[in-house]
């Protein structure tokens, strides 16, 4: 089994690249930041294909915070918790996190992170995560193996529990946030421009789940 999942990653990794691209521009479609704006990532990297090397590179001054020290570029690197960030409130312009919500534990763990991103951001954030209703598993490439049992699907990925949320739950827990799905329907975003509404973008607003 692990083999096929190695397998599998191997032909899906070039379109995760292309997905993260256009979640890149989207954020920047939304929330219009400029170069003199702070950005955290909060448990981001450049990316296995540099294909957040775009968002990197748009801002001078920025901070990954992340569990383990990869390949972060100019960011600074804080090593820390998603659910207990060592940053005063307000202290970033934009709060960006990609695929990792889902990764910090259960419901009440992603309730933490969602606060500390709500706590940290001054002007706006964007987090977006795998579509808990979407049928291909991201992260096995099955379908539906992210809705089998934990203990099921331990026993063929033991190192990577993750939780995956739905568009309400995504609401439940950004409640101030316009929350979208992907054109593909892959991945749930919410999206919050502090100062006021989320500018329109072409991405289309998730239904009722």
């Known amino acids: 089994m692990n083999a096929l999942l190695k397998a599998l990653r191997r032909i899906a990794t070039p379109v995760h690249s292309r997905l993260r691209r256009r979640k890149i521009r989207t954020f920047f479609e939304a929330l219009e930041p400029s170069r003199a704006d702070t950005l ?14 775009e968002l990197y590179g748009f ?4 901070t990954s915070i992340n569990l383990i020290e990869t390949d972060h570029g100019h960011a600074r690197f804080v090593r820390g918790d998603a659910c207990a960030m060592p940053f005063e409130s307000n202290s970033y312009d934009y709060v960006f996190s990609n695929a990792v919500i ?3 534990g259960r ?3 992603q309730q933490m992170m969602a606060d500390e991103i709500r706590r940290v951001a001054r002007k706006g954030y964007f987090v977006a995560t795998p579509n808990r209703w979407f049928p291909i598993d991201p992260h096995s490439y099955l379908l539906f193996f992210h809705l089998m049992p934990l203990g099921v699907r331990r026993l063929m990925n033991p190192r990577d529990d993750y939780f995956m949320l739905s568009p309400a739950k995504m609401r439940s827990l950004f ?7 992907t054109p593909d329907g892959t991945s749930v975003i919410a999206i919050a421009r502090l100062s006021g509404q989320v500018t329109a973008t072409r991405t289309a607003a ?3 789940r």
């Open 206 to 208: 998730a239904g009722a």
């Open 107 to 109: 419901y009440d763990r």
């Open 59 to 62: 801002f001078p001054n920025m």
């Open 102 to 104: 889902e990764h910090v």
């Open 40 to 53: 955290l990532d909060v448990g981001g990297w450049l990316g296995a294909d540099s294909e957040f090397s």
């Open 175 to 181: 409640p101030e946030a316009s929350v979208v799905l």
